[in-house]
């Protein structure tokens, strides 16, 4: 029987590696070019709500009830024009995204806000109402200079979202490789 560090043990850790600095330099990529990325990423959004739609649709029927049968197509046929929305349209559809991301955010600082105050005699609460408010200063910022925003927004932060995962996917890689070294 082969022992499984040889099996998949360096050749996996290659590879990681490999995944890890396309990750990073696809991040830099992303940052350096954020239009072209929140595009890239308006793209990949409206393919998966055609995906989602067309599920909706195919799987409507299985519902029961009229009323959730009807439910169902209308919300797959949503799904689906707002999926051609955004690859019809990439750049109004970026900057619909970005006011998505501002509202996702703003929602997410409220609430970290009022779960702090909630959580306050246990540890950390500080950290989280800290979160909170940079939540809401970022949610506030991209709300302000919106549409404006759309160019930069979705593109740098999924830029560094990439970035610093493949920072810490290369950062175990390297550990997993000393390891089985």
Not at 66 to 89: D, K, N
Not at 130 to 147: F, Y
Not at 151 to 178: E, P, Q
Request: proline share 3%.
């Amino acid at each position: 029987m082969a022992d499984s560090v040889t099996v998949g043990g360096p050749r996996a850790t290659a590879w990681s590696i490999a995944l890890s600095v396309l990750m990073i330099v696809a991040g830099l990529l992303a940052i350096g070019l954020p239009v072209v990325a929140g595009i890239a990423v308006t793209a990949v959004v409206g393919w998966l709500l055609i995906v989602s739609g067309a599920l909706h649709l195919a799987y409507a029927w299985r519902a029961g009830r009229a009323g959730a049968v009807v439910w169902e197509i209308l919300l797959g046929l949503a799904y689906g024009a707002i999926g051609f929305y955004l690859l019809a349209r990439p750049v109004a559809g970026l900057a619909s995204l970005t006011f998505a991301v501002a509202i996702y955010l703003f929602a997410e600082g409220v609430l970290e806000f009022i779960l702090s105050f909630q959580l306050r005699p246990a540890p950390g609460t500080g950290w989280l109402l800290a979160d909170g408010i940079i939540t809401l200063v970022l949610a506030v910022m991209i709300w302000s200079t919106w549409p404006s925003s759309a160019a930069w927004v979705i593109g740098t932060l999924v830029g560094i979202s990439m970035f610093f995962s493949g920072i810490t996917r290369l950062m175990l890689s390297l550990a997993v490789r000393r390891i089985v070294a």
